[in-house]
């Protein structure tokens, strides 16, 4: 957890030539800009301008001017990069020419649903999440092809599984960069792999998701493969989920808050919501062709140890967590935990308490025929009319979003 004096410390005794301050537009894409030494006081101080009107979905060319102010908690050296004249990376917080935060940056719009949380329910998210990835080779001239990087299944190992050290390339730079995996393995589709991640805060969970695509794509690249996201790249074959897990923690000097187990209301408030903020978890149309296929849900529901329903709470007496098993890697992960921390807070604070657990195979389809119930939207567009029609979005995310 640097301060600027330190970040500036280390650049100037670390042999730091380029800095690179990174930020996300409205989808979660990651962009970025590098400076040199020299301006990183500057940029500390009153921030780097950027062209917003270049950012799709931000500003038109009349009011373009924006500005990016580094993190500097969030240094990191990337380590691919050359240990003489090394290349350093933070995130960083969008302003507008005054110096207020940008309506539309997704970073400082999460950060003030974790402050929101504390303040009002005196607890902290804790987050950990499973990304899912295919690796395809990539034909003589570059491209993607359809072929996968290798044929083998759920937990395989090597030599069927070709995944095994590129899993270990990606593990060992996230640690380099800060950041501790918790497990690697190869998935159940073919060329399909996944990495779970220790909890964190919301916001820590969030930078390291980007993080995490970023070294995925940059390991691939350099193994000549192509690593897809998308909630859906093979049809008939299991789809990338993101699950995130939640739990959380009391804040220091906020005692009320470790005395009754919030996980309950938690849990209302997330399938009170969910249909609304779907649009978000499940950004893309072939985002619909995952759900209620191949293990991922469809039905708005909660189980014990069910991993056919929308939210599992796992049987561990030691575990107080929910897992939730909707979103997909594409999802802009800032926004997508900012209205799910507000749903839980709207379910703490009304004391929402969810409904009955499910206990049948809702992939059955004989039972899913009988279900009553409510299925999550089908298409992009139906999930983008329940967001459009959402007052509780309309509160959370503000006219402007």
Same mark, same amino acid.
């Given at each position: 957890m640097y301060t600027q004096e330190e970040v500036l410390d280390f650049v100037n005794e670390e042999d730091v030539k380029f800095i690179r301050l990174a930020f996300f537009d409205l989808t979660g894409k990651q962009k970025n800009i590098s400076i040199m030494p020299g301006e990183l006081q500057r940029a500390f101080e009153h921030g780097i301008p950027f062209d917003a009107s270049a950012i799709e979905g931000f500003e038109g060319p009349q009011k373009s001017e924006l500005y990016l102010l580094p993190d500097p908690s969030t240094l990191a050296i990337i380590p691919w990069r050359p240990a003489t004249g090394k290349v350093v990376r933070m995130f960083c917080n969008i302003l507008t020419p005054d110096g207020t935060p940008y309506a539309k940056d997704s970073r400082?719009?999460?950060?003030?649903a974790c402050q929101r949380l504390k303040d009002e329910c005196g607890i902290e998210m804790m987050v950990g999440t499973e990304v899912e990835f295919y690796l395809f080779k990539l034909d003589e001239k570059g491209e993607p092809t359809t072929e996968t990087f290798d044929k083998a299944g759920y937990m395989d190992i090597a030599p069927e599984d070709h995944g095994e050290n590129i899993r270990r390339e990606i593990c060992f730079t996230l640690e380099q960069m800060g950041i501790t995996p918790e497990a690697s393995h190869h998935?159940?589709?073919?060329?399909?792999?996944?990495?779970?991640?220790?909890?964190?805060?919301? $916001?820590?969970?969030?930078?390291?998701?980007?993080? #995490?695509?970023?070294? @995925?794509?940059?390991?691939?690249?350099?193994? =000549?493969?192509?690593?897809?996201f998308s909630p859906k790249p093979i049809a008939g074959e299991a789809g990338n989920g993101m699950h995130i897990n939640i739990s959380y923690r009391p804040v220091a000097g906020k005692v009320d808050a470790g005395n009754e187990n919030l996980l309950p209301?938690?849990?209302?408030?997330? $399938?009170?919501?969910?249909?609304?903020?779907?649009? #978000?978890?499940?950004? @893309?149309?072939?985002?619909?062709?995952?759900? =209620?296929?191949?293990?991922?849900?469809?039905?708005?529901?909660?189980?014990?140890?069910?991993?056919?329903?929308?939210?599992?709470?796992?049987?561990?007496?030691?575990?107080?967590?929910?897992?939730?098993?909707?979103?997909?890697?594409?999802?802009?992960?800032?926004?997508?935990?900012?209205l799910i921390i507000n749903a839980a807070i709207e379910g703490i604070k009304n004391k929402i308490e969810p409904p009955a657990a499910t206990e049948e195979n809702l992939f059955d389809e004989a039972i899913a025929k009988q279900t009553t119930l409510t299925a999550l939207p089908k298409s992009l567009t139906e999930a983008k009319r329940l967001a459009l029609n959402s007052e509780f979005i309309k509160a959370v995310l503000g006219p402007v979003l």
């Open positions: 400082t719009i999460l950060q003030n998935e159940e589709g073919p060329g399909q792999n996944e990495i779970d991640f220790h909890y964190s805060d919301a $916001l820590t969970a969030a930078d390291n998701v980007a993080t #995490f695509k970023w070294i @995925v794509n940059t390991k691939a690249a350099s193994n =000549g493969l192509y690593a897809d209301n938690i849990l209302g408030g997330i $399938l009170k919501h969910i249909g609304e903020i779907t649009y #978000f978890l499940n950004p @893309v149309e072939n985002s619909y062709n995952r759900l =209620g296929a191949s293990k991922a849900p469809e039905y708005i529901s909660w189980g014990k140890e069910n991993r056919s329903t929308l939210i599992r709470v796992p049987s561990s007496k030691n575990a107080k967590r929910l897992e939730l098993r909707s979103p997909d890697p594409l999802c802009n992960t800032y926004l997508s935990l900012t």
